[in-house]
Nanobody, 124 residues
Framework: DVQLVESGGGSVQAGGSLRLSCKIS????????LGWFRQAPGKEREAVAS????????DYVDSVKGRFTLSMDNSHYTMYLQMDSLRVQDTAQYLC??????????????????WGQGTQVTVS
């Protein structure tokens, strides 16, 4: 069974907004930490935002602080990433992840995380 399914990607002009959704299975939703990552062609996967199930503490990479907002809809087992003031540099495939093991900053440890299939965001 697919545990995480992303949606909401697309093409937008610089300065525009998109909201990504990650529908999560009920069991996976209870993971210790959930997060969004992105990977641009030729670049390494980058952690973007995370939230811990304990305390619901969020963290953001510096390049998106003030522009991206992670939120949760617990009743629908869905995690969102609201992306405003998008820049060309934000172009990437965005993936959501969940893990029982988290980094010190609260991000899912990638080696053991469950991943969605990704959704493409293109900013021009």
């Amino acid at each position: 069974d697919v545990q995480l399914v992303e949606s909401g990607g697309g093409s937008v002009q610089a300065g525009g907004s998109l909201r990504l959704s990650c529908k999560i299975s009920r069991l996976t939703f209870s993971s210790a930490c959930l997060g969004w990552f992105r990977q641009a062609p030729g670049k390494e996967r980058e952690a973007v935002a995370s939230i811990s199930s304990v305390g619901l503490v969020t963290d953001y990479v510096d390049s998106v602080k003030g522009r991206f907002t992670l939120s949760m809809d617990n009743s629908h087992y869905t995690m969102y990433l609201q992306m405003d003031s998008l820049r060309v540099q934000d172009t990437a495939q965005y993936l959501c992840a969940a893990a029982r093991d988290c980094t010190a900053s609260g991000y899912p440890i990638t080696a053991t995380a469950e991943w969605g299939q990704g959704t493409q965001v293109t900013v021009s």
